[in-house]
């Protein structure tokens, strides 16, 4: 076992040391707070809000040094860095809503904004500080790529406990959060506060982006909250799964970076974190059997075959050419038509057969017209196995048909 | 050889979904033949079939979700289809970008962009000018006479968001005009404008037709088909029925691409319509 | 400040803000109007692994392969955009987050890893680029102006954004019709026969290039500003695209100058003897010219729209 790998291990058992630990398990409450979080954000389709935010937080940082400096002598208080950095996230927030509200600039444009002047104004601070040559400032670029490396026990504490808190806040508002973001309308009609629970999602979206600073950086931090909830929308197309999942992959894909960078103290855990995260991305993009790649090609094959043979199998039945070389070769290959396109025994059977059943599924769109268009199956499956017995007896009863024996029974 | 035990009401069902013989008919203006396309395999328009007449002014109307701005994008190429063939004067569509003129949906572009109605109505000979050039004094002059023709002649330097919906809609159809197509197909023009709007898109529509273009037009205000139109296309996810509106614009038509939409004393008032005008 | 020092050490830096500004400002026009102000973003992040990359290839820190690299970068990650927004169903926004992190965090894990990070590569230095180091020696007098071979010794990356620009300005110029046509209406522009998607990546490659040939000389972080700022304060000031192409133009060359200025004299006379970021300064000035637009702009602006309410 190679040494690296030993680390990791013992880290990932949690038993390398009380701080590893410490960081370990704050790293995964703080993945699945923003991947709850960052799920709900999604929904509301304002995921680069957090962009905006993260950048932002540069010039409250190094004031949050400054006043540390002035105020105690010693700017590195972690606490009063976290401080300041929520301050100018919070004014960032501020001016991205108030810019989107006020002016005639679009949400990405204000994002834009705020992040590059935010983001440029520390920089114009940090040079600043620079010039003021006080020790301690060395520290301060760990929150640009985030670093866990000789963090302290109680900075660990700090972060691990404040994500503690993030994560049960979201519990606490799960439910109207759910509302909001999947209902809008009966969440208004149950008095939910739609402007109050919105700015509620944004600041437990700024929290997860101030508190994940330090381990994951700030030009990283916003994939904690944008990665996981993009990965779960592979794996389900149900709402209520979609949360769950999103704060699962969140929280794994946090809780093994953090080990990984325990193994390999001199590699960035902003960096690691947000791979690791990126790979359970590509997993999900490739291989969810629900939207992945991989199978929404497959089925899309499929539905493309069941749409060409039962269109051809009409032009058939109606005697009218079958234009399109897909069909054609879909045909022959089903042995419906032969090689210069004369149809077959078998294919005068099965465009007899999907000819009523069009012609069924035709009638009732005519008495149905509304169900018709809702229904994904309208004219892609057998009627007889997507409409109940006697609705279709009734149908073929007008049709002046007599019910046709079994699929597949030869005419 | 047609299989004969589909017989019955089902003939005519089968006639709806007939014309697929003209796909490669090249007098047709726009024919589509067994049109397919879906949105996330579910089919908005399944096997949609229909040759415009040529010289004429054809509604396309059915319920909301049936598909007729689809239809329409998906004859112009303007989004993937599963399955189709679609042909203008016997040619493919990429082939005929240069006679078939469009009109977009009103709600499909973002009015606040910074440019004037003259602007807008340019656009239209943007191919005719071609790529890297830009447009000259002559061109100005046939955007200028587009807009008089549709009577904003004098909002010509207005920007665009400062307009009426109605004004709006007018400098799209000046835009469509300045194309000089042969076809024209149009997605909900009327969709709510004024009345002297209204009787201006009218007045427009008819001298298209005295041009002896083809037009088509996705419609919503059912009482009007008759007044306006002289065929139309029936669509519910598929073509239900097309053809002349004194022969196809019918309550049993009506009843089968709406169902319980329209109440049956509507319907009969529709048809009655119908048959007043033919 | 003298004339001589002026010449060799301000006027490179202030030549090559304004430089990178007037490009990036121009292009963003099209970016803000076509609701992409973040691709700028995300372009200017996804550079990181591309030089990392370009360098690893090659064995050299050469602009030319650094560059190139920077520029498949750009392209790859739009790539990957365009199919997670389209398989995922997810907003723009969300794609491009997915993507630029991750590529950025594979730039800092390769940089880290290759031992680039000792040879003037960092990510400190990619953020914040390296305005002042610009210097010219040679020049001796305003007359160097015009004198071609005293003119020749001004730093490469100096020429490398004229020539960019140069490029920016004629692809605006050529294509203006075509790039106004697909911000308004890209269903329509389809339907004559130009294809919104090829006008539209061509823009991206635009803005690869101008973010790839600026981030080495401002950082990205002033790249991203420039795609912005300039191009949201003209748009707030007229109704027309030509105007506010050069109002954007003025604007971004104007922050490059003010910015470089306040950051160089500001702290002197407020009498701390200290030197600030000049890339960040020249961003703080744009967002200045934005915030003021917002606030004044005759017509949209916020003052302007209340006493519109009120009348």
């Not at chain 1, 679009?106 to 520390?122: K, N, P, W």
């Not at chain 1, 093994?256 to 855990?269: I, M």
């Not at chain 1, 059977?349 to 000819?355: E, F, L």
């Not at chain 2, 004067?89 to 970008?97: L, W």
Request: glycine share 10%.
């Amino acid at each position: 076992m190679p040494p690296w790998f030993e680390a990791f291990l013992s880290a990932f058992l949690l038993s390398a040391g009380y701080n590893t630990a410490v960081v370990a398990v704050g790293s995964a409450l703080l993945g699945a707070g923003g991947g709850a979080i960052g799920a709900f954000v999604l929904l509301r389709k304002r995921s680069l809000v957090s962009d905006a935010m993260s950048h932002a937080t540069l010039p409250g940082v190094v004031l949050g040094f400054l006043f540390g400096l002035a105020i105690f002598g010693d700017g590195r208080s972690l606490p009063l860095l976290l401080v300041g950095a929520a301050f100018t996230a919070g004014l960032g927030m501020l001016a991205v809503n108030w810019i989107k509200a006020n002016t005639r600039l679009t949400e990405d444009t204000a994002i834009g904004t705020v992040l590059s002047t935010f983001f440029a104004l520390g920089m114009v601070l940090l040079t600043v500080l620079q010039s003021l040559s006080v020790s301690g400032q060395a520290g301060l670029s760990g929150f640009l790529l985030g670093s866990t490396s000789g963090m302290l026990a109680s900075e660990a504490m700090t972060i691990a406990v404040a994500a503690g808190v993030v994560a049960l806040a979201v519990l606490a508002f799960f439910k109207e959060l759910t509302l909001l973001c999947f209902d809008e309308g009966f969440a208004a009609s149950t008095g939910l506060n739609r402007n109050r629970l919105d700015l509620t999602l944004l600041v437990l979206l700024l929290a997860v982006v101030v508190i994940g600073l330090k381990t994951v950086g700030l030009v990283l931090v916003i994939a904690l909250t944008i990665i996981p909830p993009v990965a779960a929308r592979f794996w389900t197309e149900r709402v209520g799964r979609f949360v769950p999942i999103s704060a699962a992959i969140g929280a794994f894909g946090s809780y093994l970076g953090a080990c990984l960078s325990a193994s390999a103290p001199d590699l960035p855990t902003g960096a690691l974190i947000v791979l690791i995260l990126f790979a359970l991305f590509l997993l999900s993009l490739a291989l969810s059997p629900v939207r992945g790649i991989l199978s929404a090609f497959i089925r899309h094959r499929r539905f493309q075959r069941i749409v060409h043979v039962r269109q051809g199998l009409l032009a058939l039945a109606h005697d009218e050419p079958i234009l399109e070389p897909i069909t054609r070769r879909l045909m022959k290959r089903r042995g419906y038509v032969t090689g210069d396109l004369r149809p077959t025994e078998s294919g005068w059977s099965a465009a007899r057969r999907i000819a009523r059943d069009q012609a069924l599924w035709n009638l009732w769109r005519e008495d149905c017209p509304d169900e018709a268009h809702a229904l994904a199956d309208w004219s892609l499956r057998p009627i007889d196995e997507v409409l109940p017995r006697d609705m279709v007896a009734d149908l073929e009863a007008r049709l002046g048909l007599k019910a046709e024996p079994a699929r597949g029974a030869t005419a | 050889m047609k299989i004969d035990h589909v017989s019955g009401g089902a003939t005519k069902i089968a006639l709806a979904e007939a014309g697929r013989r003209d796909v490669l008919d090249p007098g047709s203006p726009l024919a589509v033949a067994g049109l397919t396309v879906a949105y996330d395999r579910k089919p908005v328009l399944w096997n949609a079939s229909f040759s415009a007449p040529e010289g004429e002014l054809t509604a396309i109307v059915g319920p909301n979700g049936a598909g007729k701005s689809t239809f329409l994008k998906a004859s112009l190429s303007l989004i993937p289809r599963l399955s189709g063939e679609i042909s203008v004067y016997g040619k493919p569509m990429e082939a005929a970008r240069g006679d078939v003129a469009y009109v977009p949906q009103r709600s499909s572009v973002d009015w606040d962009f910074p440019a004037t109605a003259l602007d807008v109505v340019t656009m239209g000979l943007y191919r005719q000018i071609g790529w890297f050039r830009w447009p000259g004094r002559k061109d100005r002059e046939r955007a200028r006479a587009m807009l008089e023709l549709v009577g904003m002649e004098a909002f010509s330097d207005r920007q665009i968001g400062q307009l009426s919906g109605g004004q709006q809609q007018r400098v799209f159809l000046a835009r469509a005009l300045a194309q000089d197509a042969r076809v024209y197909l149009m997605d909900e023009p009327f969709a709510g404008v004024d009345a002297a709007t209204e009787r201006a898109i009218v007045d427009v529509l008819r001298k298209l037709l005295a041009e002896g273009k083809t037009v088509l037009v996705v419609h919503h205000d059912l009482e009007t088909v008759p007044l306006y139109f002289s065929h139309v296309l029936f669509l519910n996810a598929g073509t239900v029925a097309s053809g002349p509106v004194t022969e196809t614009f019918t309550a049993e038509n009506l009843q089968k691409t709406y169902g319980g939409r329209l109440a049956a004393t509507q319907l009969a008032a529709l048809g009655e319509a119908a048959k007043v005008r033919g | 400040m003298d004339a001589i020092t002026f010449l060799q050490f301000d006027f490179p830096s202030i030549l090559l803000g304004s430089l990178a500004a007037l490009g990036c400002g121009l292009l963003g026009n099209f970016l803000v109007l076509r609701r992409q102000s973040l691709m700028g973003d995300a372009i200017s992040h996804v550079v990181l692994p591309g030089i990392v990359l370009g360098f690893l290839v090659t064995g050299t820190v050469d602009s030319l392969p650094m560059m190139l690299g920077a520029g498949v970068a750009a392209l790859i990650s739009v790539g990957l955009i365009e199919l997670i927004r389209r398989l995922g169903r997810v907003e723009p926004g969300a794609a491009m987050g997915v993507v630029f992190t991750s590529m950025f965090a594979a730039g800092v894990l390769l940089l880290e890893q290759s031992g680039a990070g000792g040879v003037h590569l960092d990510v400190e230095h990619a953020l914040y680029g390296n305005l002042e180091s610009a210097v010219w020696l040679e020049a001796t007098g305003f007359g160097d102006l015009l004198r071609p071979e005293i003119l020749a010794d001004l730093p490469v990356s100096v020429t490398r954004l004229a020539v960019v620009n140069l490029a920016i300005v004629a692809f605006v110029a050529l294509l203006y019709k075509e790039l106004k046509l697909v911000s308004f209406d890209p269903l329509f522009a389809d339907t004559l026969g130009i294809s919104s998607r090829l006008v539209g990546t061509l823009l991206i490659v635009m803005v690869a290039v101008a973010a790839v040939a600026a981030f080495d000389a401002v950082g990205s972080i002033l790249v991203i500003a420039m795609f912005i700022c300039p191009a949201a304060t003209a748009r707030l000031m007229t109704d027309r695209l030509g105007t506010q192409l050069w109002i954007s133009a003025g604007v971004a060359v104007a922050s490059g100058i003010l910015g470089y200025f306040a950051a160089a004299l500001g702290p002197q006379l407020l009498g701390v003897d200290m030197s600030v970021s000049a890339a960040g300064m020249i961003a703080v000035v744009a967002g200045l010219f934005q915030t003021v637009a917002m606030l004044l702009a005759p017509r949209y602006g916020v003052l302007a729209r209340r006493r519109l309410q009120r009348v």
